[in-house]
C-alpha cells in the first residue's frame, strides 16, 4: 500500500532535522501499536546518515550487539572493544554527533525498563554532559502509552523535561480514509465507508489488511476479521496486554461494558459490583483509551458523566470478539458472524454519529462541538456545534436513514439549550449514511 497523508508529522520532523543540524535534538513519538509510526520514522531519509536501533526484549548485552552492527552499517563507522551495555553505546553516539550530524531512531523505547531500567538516568547524564556540543537528531519511539509519558512526562523520571520535541502519531483521518477506498474500491458505498472507518478507525495497519485481501464491503471485512488465525482475533488482547499488566481482566471487563453501551460509572458498578473509580481514571488519564463525555455546556467538574472508548477497532473489539470469545475459543466464527450481523444495524449507528462529530471537528468552523442531554438521559442531542464568533449554532440528529429524523422533535429536545443561544443563528440537520 502506498504512503498516505502524514503531512504535518513529515514537516514537524522536517523541522527538527533542520534543527538537529545546528544542536542536538531528543523528540519522543508516541502512538498506538500498529499506527505506522516507523513507517513515519523511517520513510525518505534522503542524505541524511540514519540509524534504526529496534529496542526488543532481551539480554543487554545481546541487544547492544545488534545495535552495534547497525551503527556500523549505518554511520560507516568502527566500534572497537566488547560494547555490551547500552550506556557505551549512547556515549559513543553521542560523541560521534559532535563531529557529524546524523539521526538515531531507537523504536519501543519503553522496553528499556524491562531490559535495563537505569538506561534512561544513565542517557540523562550522558546528554546534560553532551548536548551542547552534538548535532544528533535522536527520535525515541514507543507503542506503550502510558510507559512513554510517564519516561517524558513525570517529573519523577530522569528524562523528565529533556526531550525537545513531541509527536503524537494518530489514526488517518476521514479524508484519508476516503482517499484509500476511492483509490482501491472506486465504487464505495456509504455503509462501505462506515464499516471501514468502524472496523479499522483509520489504524494503519488494520487500513493495509483489509486493502491487501481487497475487504471493501462488510460481509468481505468479517470474512478477513474471522477467519480462523485471524490476526484481529488477538489483536485487542495483544495491543493491551502490556499496558494493563495483571490487572488487565477488570480493564478489559470495563471496555466490554462501555462498548456494549454502559456508559456511565453507576452502570458499569452495578454491572461489576465493584467500584472502578481508579479504573476509569487510569483508562482515561494513563492510558489515553477513553474519554470522558460531558454535555455541552455542562460546567468541567459535572458529574453527567458518560465515557466512551477512543479507539474504533478496541470498540469494535471488545464489543463482539471479547464479548463472545467464548464462541471464538471453540471455533464457532460463524456464530460470532450471525452476532453482528443481528447487532450491526444499532451498533453502526452509534458509530456513525462519532464519524460525524469528527466530521464537524474536521471542518475547524467550530470552537465548540460535543453531545447534549439531560438528567436522566433525556433529550439527547446527538452533535452540538457552536462557532460563538459568528454567533451560530447547529443541531443535528444522526441516523442510519434519514427517514427515521424528525426535525420537529429534534426543535423540541433543543428547546432548553436553545435559551441558552439566545441571539444566535440556529440551524437543524438531519444526518445519515447519504451525508457521508
Not at 9 to 31: D, N, W
Not at 44 to 65: H, I, M, Q
Request: aromatic content about 12%; hydrophobic content about 40%.
Amino acid at each position: 500500500m502506498k504512503f498516505y497523508n502524514r503531512e504535518p508529522e513529515l514537516a514537524q520532523l522536517a523541522r527538527i532535522e533542520a534543527l538537529s543540524q545546528r544542536s542536538a535534538q531528543m523528540t519522543f513519538v508516541t502512538g498506538r501499536r500498529r499506527i505506522g509510526k516507523t513507517m513515519l520514522l523511517t520513510k525518505d531519509r534522503g542524505e541524511t546518515a540514519f540509524v534504526y536501533l529496534f529496542a526488543a526484549k532481551k539480554n543487554e548485552a545481546l541487544l547492544c550487539s545488534e545495535f552495534v552492527g547497525e551503527i556500523e552499517r549505518g554511520l560507516g563507522v568502527k566500534l572497537y572493544g566488547e560494547i555490551r551495555t547500552f550506556r557505551d553505546i549512547f556515549a559513543f553516539l553521542m560523541d560521534l554527533s559532535k563531529e557529524r550530524h546524523f539521526t538515531v531512531v531507537i523504536d519501543e523505547f519503553q522496553e528499556f525498563i524491562s531490559i535495563n531500567p537505569s538506561v534512561y538516568s544513565d542517557m540523562q547524564r550522558i546528554w546534560d554532559q553532551e548536548k551542547h556540543d552534538s548535532r544528533i537528531n535522536l527520535i525515541l519511539c514507543g507503542s506503550v502509552y502510558s510507559l512513554m509519558t510517564r519516561i517524558f512526562q513525570n517529573a519523577r523520571e530522569p528524562l523528565f523535561g529533556r526531550a525537545t520535541q513531541r509527536i503524537a502519531v494518530k489514526p488517518f483521518d476521514i479524508g484519508t480514509l476516503k482517499e484509500i477506498l476511492g483509490d482501491y474500491y472506486a465504487g464505495f458505498t456509504p455503509d462501505d465507508l462506515l464499516a471501514f472507518f468502524l472496523v479499522t478507525g483509520g489504524v494503519a495497519k488494520y487500513v493495509e489488511l483489509l486493502a491487501s485481501a481487497s475487504a471493501f464491503t462488510l460481509e468481505a471485512m468479517l470474512d478477513e476479521l474471522l477467519a480462523e488465525n485471524s490476526l484481529f482475533l488477538e489483536e485487542g488482547r495483544n495491543v493491551l496486554i502490556e499496558e494493563f499488566g495483571k490487572e488487565y481482566g477488570n480493564y478489559f471487563s470495563i471496555l466490554s461494558l462501555i462498548a456494549s453501551g454502559k456508559t456511565s460509572r453507576a452502570e458499569i458498578e452495578s454491572m461489576m459490583e465493584m467500584q472502578t473509580g481508579g479504573f476509569l481514571d487510569r483508562l482515561e488519564n494513563d492510558y489515553g483509551i477513553i474519554k470522558k463525555v460531558r454535555p455541552v455546556l455542562a460546567k468541567p467538574g459535572s458529574r453527567v458523566v458518560k465515557y466512551r472508548i477512543q479507539d474504533n477497532f478496541l470498540s469494535f473489539w471488545f464489543r463482539f470478539i471479547y464479548k463472545y470469545r467464548s464462541a471464538v475459543e471453540i471455533g464457532n466464527l460463524e456464530y460470532l458472524k450471525n452476532i453482528i450481523r443481528r447487532d450491526y444495524a444499532t451498533y453502526s449507528g452509534m458509530i456513525l454519529e462519532k464519524y460525524f462529530l469528527e466530521k464537524f471537528i474536521a471542518e475547524k468552523k467550530y470552537n465548540l462541538v460535543g453531545t447534549y442531554w439531560e438528567k436522566g438521559n433525556q433529550n439527547e442531542i446527538d452533535i452540538v456545534a457552536v462557532n460563538d464568533l459568528e454567533r451560530k449554532v447547529v443541531f443535528a440528529e444522526v441516523k442510519r436513514r434519514k427517514d427515521n429524523i424528525s426535525l420537529e422533535k429534534l426543535m423540541q429536545k433543543s428547546i432548553l439549550l436553545q435559551r441558552q443561544f439566545a441571539g444566535y443563528d440556529m440551524q437543524f440537520l438531519a444526518l445519515s449514511l447519504e451525508d457521508m
